[in-house]
Nanobody, 128 residues
Framework: QVHLVESGGGSVQAGGSLRLSCAVS????????MAWFRQAPGKEREGVAS????????YYVDSVKDRFTISRDNAKNTLYLQMTDLNAEDSGTYYC?????????????????????WGTGTLVTISS
């Protein structure tokens, strides 16, 4: 059985940093698109960063480019999202997800309904 468990969320001031982790069990996700999504209150869930595990290519939406870094530790089977220079617009619940790249792997193009596996989320709150 596949489980994705996020951790690392919390409350930080604007300009601060957080590192989110997504521990995976029950799957190796070879040749998958793994992604981080976030959902602010009252808004739709949106992809912000992704990685195609087949070649290690990384993708970001413009709003987080140069501030967020997605990475993966294969030995620990864990996906990470390092977030820096956080602002209030980054607040929300962050989810990791994985799917075969049937829709490609650009985070802005990943349909929520198409992602195969989801974690339960970790809350990030940025105060100004």
């Amino acid at each position: 059985q596949v489980h994705l468990v996020e951790s690392g969320g919390g409350s930080v001031q604007a300009g601060g940093s957080l590192r989110l982790s997504c521990a995976v069990s029950g799957a190796t996700y070879a040749d998958y698109c793994m992604a981080w999504f976030r959902q602010a209150p009252g808004k739709e869930r949106e992809g912000v960063a992704s990685m195609y595990t087949g070649n290690g290519y990384l993708y970001y939406v413009d709003s987080v480019k140069d501030r967020f870094t997605i990475s993966r530790d294969n030995a620990k089977n864990t996906l990470y999202l390092q977030m820096t220079d956080l602002n209030a617009e980054d607040s929300g619940t962050y989810y990791c997800a994985a799917s075969r790249p049937w829709h490609g792997c650009l985070p802005s193009d990943l349909p929520v309904y198409a992602m195969k596996d989801w974690g339960t989320g970790t809350l990030v709150t940025i105060s100004s």
